[in-house]
């Protein structure tokens, strides 16, 4: 999960600067096939492929269609919201989590869990208002915030479904079929985006984040995240998200992006707190 938080910060990154160049659809699709075909070829070699994981088809068109509402509207959202203010937005996935994985799995939440989980709310809900008492009151939150917002709800209930789903497929042939099963659906989505982009006028950086996204966003963390929610409860699998604004402030660096304000590190500082809240054994 830690090197999850990571990837995942990458995207928000790069995601920025691809997303006013193409539509969310086109770019998840794309990517969604390349990770396909890279997910094919390693499971393929595992030998790990049985018929029996073709069981019950709908777990992988429930758990598909999830991910990607998630990666659709992430991208729908950095058009309009800053990497830093989207990746706040994705550490209120914990407190979902917590509340999917009770109704679903019964998993209970300890007291620390729960001051862990409003800490880093509160961490994040800093960030997202610009640490501004003003703006918080007003709820002035982005449109770009607000549907990415509903794309983190639905990865939110994807950790404990993934859980109550499994019948014991291994992660990475658990993950082959849900991703098989979302990139279908979402070129049935995206088709006319697909035909209505002009590929060869792309600049780089869109290809760029293809690559990255399919590979490192998509294959590498569908399997890191499903390894971790069939050992973790929710809650703690979602905890390493706590790292990803401070993931993100690293990238933006890199990409010569700038740096946040500095009363937006107050907000980031909480989620770390959050985090090593979260991970400390009861």
């Known amino acids: 999960m830690l090197s999850f938080s990571a990837l995942v910060a990458g995207s928000f990154a790069m995601g920025s600067l691809a997303a006013p160049h193409i539509a969310p659809t086109a770019l998840n699709a794309v990517r969604f096939v390349l990770a396909g075909l890279i997910l094919s070829g390693v499971a393929a070699a595992s030998g790990k492929v049985t018929r029996a994981s073709l069981e019950a088809p709908w777990r992988y068109l429930v758990l598909g269609g999830l991910m990607i509402a998630y990666f659709v509207l992430m991208f729908e959202g950095l058009k309009t919201a800053a990497p830093v203010s989207m990746s706040a937005v994705f550490t209120l996935t914990p407190l979902m989590a917590a509340g999917f994985g009770w109704l679903l799995m019964r998993q209970r939440m300890t007291g620390r869990m729960a001051l862990a989980l409003a800490v880093g709310a509160v961490g994040a ?86 690559a990255y996204t399919a590979i490192a966003a998509t294959a590498a963390t569908f399997v890191l995240l499903q390894f971790a929610a069939l050992r973790l409860p929710s809650a703690k699998v ?19 992006q700038g740096v946040p304000p500095a009363v937006i590190l107050v907000g980031v500082a909480l989620t770390v707190v959050a985090l090593l809240l979260l991970l400390k054994n009861e």
């Not at 998200?241 to 010569?256: A, E, R």
Request: aromatic residues 16%.
């Open 125 to 210: 809900l800093w960030v997202i208002f610009d640490g501004s008492l003003q703006a918080a009151l007003r709820f002035g939150v982005g449109r770009g915030e607000a549907v990415y917002f509903v794309g983190c709800a639905a990865h939110a209930v994807y950790a404990p479904l993934v859980r109550k789903l499994n019948r014991g497929e291994p992660a990475l042939v658990f993950t082959l079929w849900t991703n098989l099963a979302g990139t279908a659906m979402l070129l049935i989505w995206g088709w006319p985006a697909l035909m209505a982009t002009d590929w060869a006028a792309l600049p780089p950086i869109v290809w760029i984040t293809i």
């Open 238 to 256: 979602m905890a390493y998200t706590y790292l990803t604004p401070s993931w993100v402030i690293l990238w933006t660096l890199v990409l010569g």
